[in-house]
């Protein structure tokens, strides 16, 4: 599973390259984004740091995506078929190359001791955001995107929006 992961960030990040449309590039971006919380989740004792990494990226995907939507809303989105073979080829080869490093013994023995040392561990990392030390940290952070909300909604005015059609 971890090397299809692996193997498919990679991919996304070849074809980010090739995409010449702004939301097809988003859409890569996107998908880089869930690939790298997927394989720190693996990685981590606990999943909140992934979870918190994925909400913050797609709310700055969801401010790129409607400034991209207004700039370039007219364009043509053209198909190629070159990355689309090239797409389907490396996923089928790299479920197969994933398929036989499933059976082998080895991922079974290595999921085994990493399931048996995170139950202890997990606790305690997850206890560790929520103590004394980084407590205070967490409540200033909290308290400072609060009253930034606060402000900008006062500041800003609902009938003068940037991107609000006129009649």
């Not at 790298?36 to 909140?48: A, E, L, R, V």
């Not at 700055?60 to 198909?79: D, H, Q, R, T």
Request: aromatic share 12%; net charge positive; charged share 10%.
């Amino acid at each position: 599973m971890k090397t299809t992961i692996m193997m498919m960030f990679m991919l996304s990040s070849t074809l980010f390259l090739m995409m010449k449309h702004p939301l097809s590039s988003g859409f890569m971006l996107l998908m880089q984004t869930t690939f790298s919380c997927m394989i720190n989740s693996m990685n981590s004792y606990s999943y909140w740091f992934s979870y918190i990494l994925f909400i913050i990226f797609i709310g700055g995907m969801m401010v790129l995506f409607i400034y991209i939507a207004s700039i370039a809303s007219n364009e043509k989105f053209k198909f190629s078929m070159k990355t689309m073979m090239l797409l389907m080829m490396i996923m089928i080869i790299t479920m197969m190359i994933d398929k036989t490093m499933m059976n082998s013994t080895m991922n079974e023995l290595m999921l085994y001791i990493k399931n048996t040392k995170t139950n202890n561990k997990e606790m305690i990392s997850i206890m560790k955001m929520f103590n004394f030390p980084t407590m205070m940290l967490s409540m200033l952070t909290i308290i400072y995107l609060l009253l930034t909300l606060i402000s900008v909604v006062k500041i800003t005015m609902i009938e003068k929006g940037p991107l609000r059609m006129k009649n």
